[in-house]
């Protein structure tokens, strides 16, 4: 008895020094609260080793990656159209995410994971339509929370 209650305080002390890793929900709308053709959340703060999992909540949506809006290393991402997809992000910094067919319209969305080390580099990309002025407004609420820690 007294090994079992041994074994199980280890496995708990062994636990709680580990830390899972989380998951977000971003969903792709046609409309949200923030207007028409959105990620809700558009900006999505978590840890490495943390997944999003983007919802195709309404059709003829996609998440993937912004070409040059990752950190250096990072592996690009396309999900398929009408399809949720959930991505692992292991490498630290910022990642712009897009909806294809919707980009134009500004349905773009920023992932933050741990450090924001490339921000410069992502806020460098360029962006046309609306995506442009969405980005804008994005890396406005990521400064304000930064000034806010």
Do not use: W
């Given at each position: 008895?007294?090994?079992?209650?041994?074994?199980?305080?280890?496995?708990?002390?062994?636990?709680?020094?580990?830390?899972?890793?989380?998951?977000?929900?971003?969903?792709?709308?046609?409309?949200?609260?923030?207007g028409?053709?959105?990620?809700?959340?558009?900006?999505?703060?978590i840890?490495?080793g943390?997944?999003?999992?983007?919802?195709?909540?309404d059709?003829?949506?996609?998440?993937?990656?912004?070409?040059?809006?990752?950190?250096?290393?990072?592996?690009?991402?396309?999900?398929?159209?009408?399809?949720?997809?959930?991505?692992?992000?292991?490498k630290?910094?910022?990642?712009?995410?897009?909806?294809?067919?919707h980009?134009?319209?500004?349905?773009?969305?920023?992932?933050?994971?741990?450090?924001?080390?490339?921000?410069?580099?992502?806020?460098?990309?360029?962006?046309?339509?609306?995506?442009k002025?969405?980005f804008?407004?994005?890396?406005?609420?990521?400064?304000?929370?930064?000034?806010?820690?």
């Amino acid at each position: 008895m007294r090994k079992m209650m041994s074994l199980a305080a280890f496995a708990l002390l062994m636990s709680a020094g580990m830390t899972l890793a989380g998951e977000v929900e971003v969903k792709m709308l046609n409309k949200g609260a923030e207007g028409l053709m959105v990620f809700e959340p558009s900006l999505v703060r978590i840890e490495p080793g943390d997944t999003v999992k983007f919802v195709a909540t309404d059709k003829s949506h996609n998440a993937e990656s912004i070409k040059n809006m990752l950190p250096e290393g990072a592996a690009p991402f396309a999900g398929k159209m009408n399809e949720n997809v959930a991505v692992t992000f292991d490498k630290p910094g910022v990642y712009g995410v897009k909806c294809m067919p919707h980009y134009a319209m500004g349905m773009v969305a920023l992932v933050v994971v741990g450090k924001p080390e490339n921000l410069e580099q992502a806020k460098a990309v360029p962006q046309t339509g609306k995506a442009k002025q969405i980005f804008a407004t994005l890396f406005d609420r990521l400064s304000q929370q930064a000034a806010a820690k």
